[in-house]
């Protein structure tokens, strides 16, 4: 069964880091496309990096320089690690990946809480 | 403040069709194909619906999706009451370098 897991979330203080894993199992294809979208809870989505190619990575605005993107094809790991950590990060993280494009994501996970606060 | 612009809320009664809305600008609809995700109360998203009209194979064909010039529209037909969820249309901006979302619309099965 192709399933996607997410782990690494929790609570922090403001200007603190964390990283954030999600293990990819039970897939048949190469998965070339990996986001990161978190949800504040009880808001909408909000699509937050995305790593495709091996090395070409894209970040929203509100993360750039913050967060950073990478995965471990030998683990079918993905990685987020993010820095200087602020009230307004807090969300469930959702890895999402595509094996065709980098434009949609047809497997999501089941989301981890970040939560930053004093 | 979403890029992508949707209605709040919609709903409909059983066996109804329904029809939510999405627009944006020509960096993103107007140029590339939409994607709608459903996301069930408690669950994380679902692809829906993927190149604008398309439906993975596991997803009925009550649902459909359109697009025309910088707006797309998602249509259900034969309402029921497992449709009650909220709905998300996104694509990728070509000016961003990334997905936008749209704001996200609660659909209620009366």
């Known amino acids: 069964e192709e399933q996607l897991v997410e782990s690494g979330g929790g609570l922090v203080q403001p200007g603190g880091s964390l990283r954030l894993s999600c293990a990819a199992s039970g897939f048949s294809v190469s998965i070339d496309y990996m986001n990161w979208v978190r949800q504040v809870p009880g808001k909408g989505l909000e699509w937050v990096s995305i790593i495709y190619s091996g090395t070409i990575t894209y970040y929203a605005d509100s993360v750039k320089g913050r967060f950073t993107i990478s995965r471990d094809n030998s683990k079918n790991t993905l990685y987020l690690q993010m820095n200087s950590l602020r009230p307004e990060d807090t969300a469930v993280y959702y890895c999402?990946?595509?094996?065709?494009?980098?434009?949609?994501?047809?497997?999501w996970g089941q989301g981890t809480l970040v939560t930053v606060s004093s | 403040q979403s890029v992508l612009t949707q209605p709040p809320s919609a709903s409909g009664t059983p066996g109804q069709r329904v029809t939510i809305s999405c627009s944006g600008s020509s960096s993103n609809i107007g140029s590339k194909t939409v994607n709608w995700y459903q996301q069930l109360p408690g669950t994380a998203p679902k692809l829906l619906i993927y190149?604008?009209?398309q439906r993975p194979s596991r997803v009925p064909d009550r649902f459909s999706g359109s697009k025309s010039g910088t707006s797309a529209s998602l249509a259900i037909s034969g309402l029921q009451s497992e449709d009650e969820a909220d709905y998300y249309c996104a694509t990728w901006d070509d000016s961003l370098n990334g997905w936008v979302f749209g704001g996200g619309t609660k659909l209620t099965v009366l």
């Open positions: 999402a990946i595509d094996t065709h494009s980098r434009e949609r994501a047809d497997h």
């Open positions: 190149n604008s009209n």
